[in-house]
Structures are given as structure tokens and as C-alpha cells.
């Protein structure tokens, strides 16, 4: 079983929709949660922190449930830029276990 | 945020020959590097963990003969790919946490013919 799973997509939206995706991961003992953007062919960027109580950073939502290991993004109101994949990171002990990505794609 | 920097950022060589790849931080000190690969439509593997001034970890699979790892400096890791072969071709990149975020190099891209 891989550490962390995500639904690779692809999602293709237009611009201005919502969309969300979630991934889950198996080691419940991991200690901090990340969302990660990736470009093609580029390093991943940081794109938020995910904390158990839910934190938003403009159109970005992010929600942690530990009990079901399971974390989500949601991005409302899709701008041509959020093109990407996006990774479910997650941290243990200072080990980072990545995600496949899922894919978004937002069509003018 | 914190910067860290990878050179070359694309090589091509031939079968056979090493490839050292640098990884420093540029704004600020990491006792330890991180060395992940990433094949195409696939997610970051971790390779290694490079630790200043002592031998690195690598994760299981990974030949630590093949893939050589120093360290010397708080700002510098170096990855040599020994004896590369084309199934080493992948997307090298290096990493390290600073104030509780792990920021990556932009990655070396690797061709081995």
C-alpha cells in the first residue's frame, strides 16, 4: 500500500469553478500535512499547510481529518494559473512522503 | 521563503560516466539535505538523507555505492550518480527544511544515452 494515495485526475475545469480533491494517507502517526504545487517539469512549490482545524489561504481550502486520514484542497473560483498538479505531502519525522499529484487543468 | 539552489540543471552524458550534482542553500544553513528522484507521471522518491559531517541514510533500494553522497558544508550536498546508465535518467532534486517547510533545488534533469 502506498504511503500516500491521491485521485490523479485529471480535473478540467473552467475557469472561475470550483474544484476539490483529496488524498489519504497511511501512517497515522505523521505529524504535519502539506499541499504542494508542481509545473511540469518544474520542483514542487509549496502551496499551504494543513492544519486539523482547516485553513484557508484566499481561494485555497485545505481540511485535515486524522481519525480517517484524510486530507483535501479545494480551490474556488479557478484562474488559467491553477494549472498544475498538485501534491498531497505528508511529513514524518521529518521525512517527507509525496503523492502521485492530481492533475487540474482550468480551460478559458 | 528559504532558497535553494541545484546545478547543473540539465546534463547528458554517456553510459558509464559520473554525474555530480550540487545542491546548496543559498539564505540559510541545513545540517541536513534531502535527495529524492522522480520518474515521469510518477511522485518524489526519497533517496537519501545527506547529514553534515557524517555518513548519509539512504532509503532501502537505494545503492549508496552508486549514488554517493557528501555533505561537507552547512549550505553544500553533492550527489554523484556513479557509472550512470539510461535507467538513471530522472529529475534529481534536493531539499531542506527551513522554518518548518521543506523548501526544494529546481532539479537536475538527467539523460543518460
Known amino acids: 500500500r502506498k504511503e500516500v494515495e491521491q485521485d490523479p485526475g485529471p480535473f478540467n475545469v473552467p475557469e472561475g469553478a470550483t474544484v476539490a480533491f483529496n488524498c489519504t494517507y497511511s501512517?497515522?502517526?505523521?505529524?504535519?500535512f502539506f499541499w504542494y504545487r508542481q509545473d511540469c517539469r518544474k520542483e514542487p512549490k509549496l502551496l499551504m499547510s494543513v492544519y486539523s482545524s482547516g485553513n484557508e489561504d484566499g481561494r485555497f481550502t485545505a481540511q485535515l481529518n486524522r481519525a480517517s486520514q484524510y486530507i483535501s484542497l479545494l480551490i474556488r473560483d479557478s484562474k488559467l494559473s491553477d494549472s498544475a498538479t498538485y501534491l498531497c505531502?505528508?511529513?514524518?519525522?521529518?521525512?517527507?512522503?509525496f503523492g502521485a499529484g492530481t492533475t487540474v487543468t482550468v480551460r478559458a | 521563503g528559504a532558497v535553494v539552489s541545484q546545478h547543473p540543471s540539465r546534463v547528458i552524458c554517456k553510459s558509464g560516466t559520473s554525474v555530480k550534482i550540487e545542491c546548496r542553500s543559498l539564505d540559510f544553513q541545513a545540517t541536513t539535505m534531502f535527495w529524492y528522484r522522480q520518474f515521469p507521471k510518477q511522485s518524489l522518491m526519497l533517496m537519501a538523507t545527506?547529514?553534515?559531517?557524517?555518513?548519509?541514510?539512504?532509503e532501502q533500494g537505494v545503492e549508496k555505492d552508486k549514488f554517493l553522497i557528501n555533505h561537507a558544508s552547512l549550505t553544500l550536498s553533492t550527489l554523484t550518480v556513479t557509472s550512470a546508465h539510461p535507467e538513471d535518467s530522472s529529475f534529481y532534486i534536493c531539499?531542506?527544511?527551513?522554518?518548518?517547510?521543506?523548501?526544494f533545488g529546481p532539479g537536475t534533469r538527467l539523460l543518460v544515452l
Open positions: 505531502v505528508v511529513n514524518y519525522d521529518y521525512k517527507l512522503s
Open positions: 531539499s531542506a527544511w527551513a522554518q518548518e517547510t521543506q523548501y
Open positions: 545527506s547529514n553534515e559531517g557524517s555518513k548519509a541514510t539512504y
Open positions: 501512517n497515522s502517526a505523521s505529524q504535519s
